[in-house]
């Protein structure tokens, strides 16, 4: 079974449960190459269906991953394009890619220090991220906020350059419109200048 076949049953069932059936048919290895390359053809085209396809898939197997797989980048990138483009549409975000961007941060958080090696990209752009989401308008309870919350709390990883993620969170704390979010991100600050 191809990944392009299980994607394809999967837009037309419209259901994860169709990932979830193929478990046992698939070597990891094999699935995990396919995956970086359905990941990077995802971010050529930019194709919301195939960024949410993908993160299911990297929750669903627990993969073996390498030094030189570029999954986590692909997927950066492309959180980084999208958030370009809801620049462009004055921050009205949509709901799939909320969802994208709450899904992509709750892998970096359950991975990441997994695979410190693979994840580096991200941490190098996730300063930028975090500031570009925090200009985002939403309501509490969504994707957003969920998105928003979990990217914030991985400022503080050892990977990051903490003096940017302090400058982040000091923006943030004085400009945001949401008072939960000034709050954890005044809890944040306190933290990483504990490490100090």
């Not at 994840?119 to 906020?145: A, C, D, N, Q, W």
């Amino acid at each position: 079974m191809k990944i392009d076949n299980i994607y394809n049953e999967y837009i037309k069932s419209e259901d994860s449960e169709v990932i979830w059936k193929y478990c046992d048919q698939i070597e990891n290895d094999t699935l995990k190459n396919e995956l970086e390359k359905f990941i990077f053809n995802a971010l050529t085209e930019l194709n919301k269906d195939k960024f949410i396809f993908s993160l299911y898939i990297l929750q669903g197997y627990e993969f073996n991953f390498k030094n030189n797989d570029k999954h986590f980048e692909y997927i950066t990138k492309g959180i980084i394009s999208f958030l370009n483009n809801e620049k462009e549409n004055k921050g009205n975000i949509k709901s799939d890619i909320s969802f994208i961007m709450s899904e992509f941060f709750d892998i970096i958080n359950k991975l990441g220090t997994k695979y410190d090696e693979l994840v580096i990209y991200t941490f190098k752009e996730l300063p930028h991220i975090v500031f570009e989401i925090s200009k985002i308008k939403f309501k509490r309870g969504s994707h957003m906020e969920i998105a928003m919350l979990k990217s914030m709390n991985l400022l503080t990883y050892k990977l990051n350059n903490l003096k940017e993620s302090i400058i982040v969170l000091e923006e943030i704390k004085e400009d945001h419109f949401d008072d939960g979010i000034v709050e954890e991100a005044d809890d944040l600050l306190k933290e990483i200048k504990n490490y100090g």
